[in-house]
């Protein structure tokens, strides 16, 4: 019988890397997930990753501190920016310039380390927030340098980058993690919940979930703010 | 007159960054430092970064912090492996998995934010360590990912990655340095650096160092403990 194998999963605390935690561990891979701490509002997220580790034996919990607040240009990480409450054309000021980059360099270089070909992210291209780096071409480019900046390529190995959820519609990801016994009460989405994970109801974020989980014909479970 | 163009520089503090700053500075950029405080042992190359960023009126420094102790797996940033002092075939322990994907992340958040579509980096395919991120290859990688996760590329710029020293000898690096009056005694190579950036004169990165002012035919301005 094979041994399972290693993989590096991102775990936001969110509603998408909760989905693919779980997808994760369905195909068989024993997982290590990683946590970024970039200076988001939502650090609630954060303390919802480690639930959500732990709620699932994973083999191991990582939280990278990053402290994207040095570079600024988003509503997430600069705390002088405000989040907007409506959905606008083009790329939102919510989004963080490379934050997928930078997270799958992480995730690549934990790779390395576990002796990991296969690392998991939740990006998705369908409803998603117009972010350049959640579309299928991204994706495609980074399993490329993954290749090429890696010893496991240089030693003829693959490092294949999964997302499981790209194509899926927000409601299609909740069906997928119903079946799978996802906890949703547990996942925080919104872009500035409060402490203990209660959210707005009012950013893209929120309004996608909400969206979302109507569209599934399944009752949110998301605590809000007052 | 065109204005200057910006351009995010990533400065280690090393001899190669150094002489990548003051080409870029040669070719007319408004250049915007950015040094990586990832656990390396060597801090004190963070120290001659900043040294070298105030000595060349850089447009800005930044330094950003980020944890690779939690990943380990390197003799830079894992202090329970020691520093080899012989030069060994294949990828040696000195190598930080995913370090220039991570570098060239970071750098292009920041580039995002400033309105840069270029990046420079000191990567250096010739006289190297063995690093799988030093090559070619990669540097054309990250460019083509650089494209497709930014907002400049999807809005038809192009995010262009200098890699001046990418086919030069340590020798020609030193030599094209020196032309562009850099000052050598400023930087600090070594992997085991003390605190006031003397060098060891053993590990991979002095050799190197050493070799390259030998055959430059040049004086070697590093200081040495003991």
Chains 1, 2 share one sequence.
Do not use: W
């Amino acid at each position: 019988m094979n041994q399972p194998k290693n993989a590096v999963v991102l775990l936001s605390g969110g509603l998408d890397s909760a989905t693919v935690l779980a997808i994760a561990q369905e195909q068989g891979y024993r997982c290590h997930t990683l946590g970024v701490a970039y200076g988001q509002r939502h650090s609630a997220e954060l303390a919802a990753a480690e639930r959500i580790a732990q709620k699932y034996h994973v083999s191991s919990h990582r939280v990278i501190h990053v402290d994207l607040g040095q570079i600024g240009g988003s509503a997430l990480t600069d705390h002088s920016l405000a989040v907007p409450e409506s959905l606008a054309a083009g790329i939102p000021i919510t989004y963080v310039p490379a934050r997928n980059t930078l997270f799958l360099s992480l995730a690549l270089g934990l790779a390395e380390v576990l002796g990991a070909a296969d690392i998991f992210i939740g990006v998705n291209a369908v409803d998603y927030s117009g972010y350049p780096d959640c579309r299928p071409e991204f994706v495609a480019a980074f399993e490329r340098l993954a290749q090429l900046a890696t010893r496991v390529g240089v030693e003829g190995g693959v490092m294949q980058i999964h997302t499981p959820l790209l194509t899926l519609s927000k409601a299609e990801i909740i069906g997928r993690g119903l079946q799978l016994g996802v906890d949703y009460a547990e996942t925080v989405s919104c872009y500035q919940a409060d402490v203990d994970g209660r959210a707005c109801g009012r950013c893209d974020s929120c309004r996608l979930r909400q969206q979302g989980f109507e569209n599934a014909g399944v009752i949110d479970p998301t605590r809000y703010i007052g």
